[in-house]
């Protein structure tokens, strides 16, 4: 019989890169739905304004970071920031990311090197940033917020997909370093998920749209709010001995 306080993360405190939108908002809602405090940090004020309003009105405490992923003295504010304000940082969720859509032959250097730095870079310092904080607090949990793409690749994008998948290896890294601290690393790797960045597929290319619809065996796109549950567990007391492991959430895509 599971016991719900498995899953309660009541005092808990977690930090949402790109917390303010699509999927991060998605997975930071559904830990304030089980009682986390949570610290959204992004770039867009106007979004993040409007991102901590609904969190608060689930009833906990909402507080944002400004942040640049990209800049390690930045990362470093938000862990320092994030305990000013809370006292504590209990869960990291890395869930920035950028994509750029181009061909292999095509890309630049610089256009590798900015994907790579909010991907894979921004998700490794920021996990270093916690890591002692998550010592003094006796344990932690950090979640990477992968893609299908860190199993499959990518004509349009190379460094996307080179990235995501590096984030897997990261996981598998972070929580072999870290299981004597009490620390378990996971990743979740979310399908076709409707958010602002693919909403404009079904208009801009619907035969692209027909055939990813078609491939999904649940026979639609997942919404944000359908990472709550996997990223809840991965957050709890529930997932106390997964450490390493990549949780799929997309309906089924990557096994069809």
Known sequence: MTNQKQFDLTGKVAVVTG???GIGLGIAMGLAGAGANIVVAARSVEKTAQALEDIRALGVEAHSVNVDVTQEPAIQRMVTDTIDHMGRLDILVNNSGIAVRAQPEDLTAAQWDSVMDVNLRAAFLASREVYSHMVSAGGGKVINVGSMYSIFGSDWG???????GGLVQLTKSLAVAWAKDN???NAVLPGWIVTDLTRGIQDADPNRYDN???RIPTGRWGEPSELA???VFLASAASDYVTGATLTVDGGYSVA
């Open 212 to 214: 990813i619809s078609r």
């Open 229 to 231: 549950g996997a990223a």
């Open 183 to 185: 620390i378990q690393v």
């Open 158 to 164: 190379a460094p996307y997909a080179a990235s995501k």
């Open 19 to 21: 917390g303010n939108g």
